[in-house]
């Protein structure tokens, strides 16, 4: 599951590259009003945060962290699966 999770998020970062490069020589950055200068800036920086998101995730900056969490996770789990199981012990002792 977790190639073709980054198979994916590769594809994705292609395809956010080939729309920067086609897209930055159409896109007015001087001599211009401050609307389309301010979209071609716009612009341009949200396709850059899509291509780092992508590249955060292919490099695996945080397979170590979501590890971390995810014993976190089935520790609460446990926990709270442990304490409702006292809680429904004790109701149905009480009914008894």
């Given amino acids: 599951m977790r190639k073709r999770n980054k ?37 341009c920086v949200f396709a850059f945060l899509v291509i780092a998101a992508h590249l ?15 014993a976190v996770r089935k520790a609460k789990l446990a926990q709270w699966q442990g304490k409702w199981n006292e809680d429904s012990g004790v109701s149905q ?3 008894g």
Avoid at 19 to 41: I, R, T
């Fill in 7 to 43: 198979f994916k998020h590769s594809v994705y970062l292609l395809a956010a590259l080939a729309m920067l490069l086609y897209a930055l020589p159409k896109l007015s950055f001087q001599h211009s009003s401050g609307w389309v200068l301010g979209f071609g800036l716009a612009w």
């Fill in 56 to 70: 955060h995730f292919i490099m695996g900056v945080d397979e170590e962290k979501q590890k971390r969490l995810d």
């Fill in 93 to 95: 002792r009480s009914q």
